[in-house]
């Protein structure tokens, strides 16, 4: 301890006297360096502030020697001489004024232009411009000049009063020759201006107007900034600008509020008594950093005098002593200096301390040079002792961690090496995948290329096939011409959905397929996907059935068209597959909460079922369960394909029960939001109670309407066949317990239903029951047969509940409660003066759409390429046009471009719908992004082209024929 009390007291003592004398010293120099920066901020406010003086009445003096110009003159003394020929001028002038402001009539708009355009405000408008060029930038806003009445006489831009004269800054110009107003904001065009007034004298010295002149204040801006970064200030001075009452107009630091009363900025500098005096003084405007800041008042120069800016110069104090720190690095060095003298003052001390270190200093380097065994004299009770001791254990620690050391090292080396042959072999994969990603894309591009070239080729023929097929079979037609028609349509329309199932397989492969979320009728749109394939049931003699079950919400929110997709393509190869039996579909909750469902859909079949170890390859793309050349059954391989992949983008997923020669049971699952019902439903107490017996041959159709029929509150009893139905009559009517209502299927085995209404006509019951027919198929013979033997209703197969309950109601006399009369939806016609064009380079499109239109009484003109279309629309005949995207000279979508255009300068709107061969992912977006207002795909059918007018001309501003 003595030896380091020793070595310490040598060392401080000196040490600490130098930074006492280096601290007295920085604190002088500081306050000494306070009073030059403080001169020198306060004389360089002021010569700043001079500055801008001498700007402002540079910009005065410009306006002065323009109250001399001739235009000018002669311009006041011609307005001068015409109203003091007047007879009450005040009169006159509040007349023209009130009117201006609009309180009497309209505003003079003649005499604004001709104040705006005669000579003096042109050649006022070209004096700015030039200033504006002279200057790089824009000096003056607006100029007014208004005569010794106070109305204008010549304006740059439109004022919001006529007379002048009751206005501060004419009366100031008028009185003192010259008025500079204070600065003020425009908050629309965010600048800062003032206004400059000079009274204009004629030749004999009478006064004959007023010069205003709005000022820019970005000039004055500008300077200021420009001198906070000048050489002189160093990039350390920063300026505020603030008007008399303390208002900031602006700063090289400021970002605030326009116009901000900022009286904080000067609080604590005195300003004097009569503000002629620049005072430096000390301030901390944040509470963490020093500001030393000075202010000056301007005075104005020559004329211009009143405004009273103050200019506030600051300074980072922290900046500003910078010099100091250089001082103090020369006290570092005297402290070092003072180091070196306490260690010679020291030496004596230590010499004995520094034997036995270099002593230890030398077993070091002995160590250094590998013999890690020497261990050095540890003998003695001071610190150099124990310095020894410890140091003969670290001796021994480092020499067992280097014999660690070079095993690890060994180690880490094989491990290095393997980790470079590793690394290698991924770059190279990395390579590979690159290249691999590389060859994909670019097939991807060809891929979807040759699709939309192909969808467009087979489309265009396509379309003339399809729609010379329909106009044809408008005609009179001998039975085998129409026959042949027929299957011509039926082969086109099986063609064109394998191009569609085929562009939907592109579209999800490419991952630009989207579905669109929007509430729908999921029982009704089950209805009517199943509706669409009855006749195929009915042809081969097939039962379909659709069981929905009542926990189902009747309104889901989701993508109805791609639902029902997916259920059509199940539906129709189930009904492809049977040969006889039935096809079912069964709908039932799989999990509900209050945000949404999953429903769980099967589709059920009496068909030939498809092996275990073909199950899988039916879902993938171009796959069938039978390939053969032999095959019974055609088609791509894509529908359940596609169906999957639909599925799948519905949160679901879809599998199969089957086995070969026991039928199949496709299932799937689809999430769906659930949607509020848009209308109240009917109650149920309307149908409460009513006995009524259900005759139909197929299990599971009893099963359904049992269910349906009890979910109204009604008594239901099913029997298999018509000779049973007749049976139960008959006991019902000995027992007294009469059926109220009778649902027949019309085919049945030995007694169809035409036959069991027949018979229940011809006996004699106490109470003839309601009888109601079910079909599979709407015919119109089942309909004539209904009302000769007495059947109230007929629906058609496979029921749904509302249509249902609406015939029951309505058979059984039920009326309904408190119920709105029904809507008469009068028939489309076509007014006589709708015109439509047809932009088509195709002579059998052409021939269709032409023939299509006609027929549904609309005026047709065809044109053949888009140059003659626009040529047609800008003629401003026609309300609608059909543009065809691919033609020559100019094609569709630039055609339409070039309609709007000309329609932006002021021409009447013409609906323009999209007619293409283009139907891949993204063609539709394109057609509407260029303008056109709806989007019909090739082959086109007479009923989507009128659907397309209707809907483009309901969405419209006018209506076609009312332009």
Known sequence: MRIAMKMGLGTLVPVALIWCVGIYSLNVGRDSLRLDIERSSADRASDVLDELDRLLFQRTVEWQSYARHPLLQRTLRASNNEMDGLDDVREHVDRIDRAWRGEEGDAPLALLEQLRSNELSVELRSRLDDLSQEYGHSVFGEVFVTNRHGVNVAQTSRTSDYRQDDEEWWQEAREHSLFVGDVEYDSSAEIYSCDICVRVDDDAGRFAGVIKAVFDVAEVIDLLHERASSRDAGGTVTYTLLTADLRVICGTNYSGIPLERRSELIAGIDVGERGEVVIAQRATHDGARETL???????????????????????????????????????????????????????????????????????????????????????????????????????????????????????????????????????????????????????????????????????????????????????????????????????????????????????????????????????????????????????????????????????????????????????????????????????????????????????????????????????????????????????????????????????????????????????????????????????????????????????????????????FGMRPLCVAGGIQGLDELDRAERDEEEYELVLLDAMMPELDGFGVAAEIQRRDFRSRPVVMMLSSACLTSDVLRCEQVGISAYLTKPVLRAPLREALMRALGVARQNAAAPAVIAPRTVPTASRVLVAEDNLVNQLVARRFLESAGYEVEVVSDGRQAVEAVIDGRFEIVFMDVQMPELDGLKATAEIRRRESRGARRTHIIAMTAHALAGDKERCIAAGMDSYVSKPVRRAELLHAIEAVVRSGTAPVGDR
């Not at 202010?295 to 002593?321: I, K, Q, T």
């Not at 086109?492 to 191009?499: E, M, P």
Request: aromatic share 4%; glycine share 10%.
């Open 293 to 711: 800041s000075a202010l000056a008042r301007s005075h104005g120069l020559g004329s211009v005098r009143g405004l009273g800016w103050l200019l506030l110069a600051e300074r980072d104090a922290r900046l500003a002593f910078a010099p100091l720190d250089d001082l103090q690095s020369q006290v570092v060095w005297a402290a070092a200096l003072a180091s070196v003298l306490s260690i010679l003052l020291t030496g004596g001390i230590a010499t004995g301390f520094a034997r036995r270190l270099i002593a230890m200093t030398a077993m070091v380097q002995t160590m250094r040079d590998g013999e890690a065994g020497t261990r050095v004299d540890a003998r003695g009770g001071d610190e150099l002792a124990q310095l020894g001791f410890c140091f003969n254990g670290m001796a021994a620690a480092i020499e067992q961690a280097a014999l660690e050391l070079e095993d690890r090292a060994a180690s880490l080396e094989d491990r290095n090496r393997e980790l470079a042959r590793e690394v290698q072999i991924r770059r190279d994969a990395e390579t590979e995948l690159v290249d691999a990603r590389k060859r994909a894309e670019e097939a991807t591009r060809l891929k979807s290329e040759f699709l939309a070239n192909m969808s467009h080729e087979l489309r265009t023929p396509l379309n003339g096939v399809i729609g010379t097929t329909e106009l044809a079979l408008d005609t009179e037609l001998t039975p085998p011409q129409r026959e042949l028609l027929e299957t011509c349509k039926t082969s086109a329309d099986l063609l064109l959905s394998v191009i569609n199932d085929i562009l939907d397989f592109s579209k999800i492969e490419a991952g630009k397929l989207d579905l669109i979320v929007e509430p729908f009728d999921l029982r009704k749109a089950l209805g009517a996907t199943l509706r669409t394939v009855a006749h195929v049931a009915e042809r081969k003699g097939l039962e379909l059935t659709l069981d929905v079950a009542p926990a189902v919400p009747d309104y889901v929110s989701g993508d109805c068209g791609r639902f029902r997709q997916v259920v059509m393509n199940l539906v129709g190869n189930a009904l492809k597959f049977t040969a006889s039996g039935e096809v079912g579909v069964r709908v039932t909750p799989e999990s509900m909460t209050s945000e949404g469902v999953t429903l769980h859909v099967q589709i059920v079949d009496t068909g030939i079922g498809i092996p275990e170890e073909k199950q899988d390859l039916i879902f993938r793309a171009f796959a069938q369960a039978d390939g053969t050349i032999t095959r019974e059954h055609g088609g791509t391989g894509l529908g359940l394909s596609i169906s999957r992949q639909l599925v799948g983008l519905m949160q679901g997923r879809i599998w199969l029960e089957s086995s070969a020669g026991e039928g199949s049971n496709f299932q799937f699952t689809a999430r769906f939001g659930v949607a509020a019902a848009p209308v109240t439903a009917v109650s149920r107490g309307e149908l409460t109670g009513v006995r009524v017996l259900v005759v139909d041959d197929n299990a599971t159709n009893r099963v359904v309407l049992d269910g349906l029929l009890a979910g």
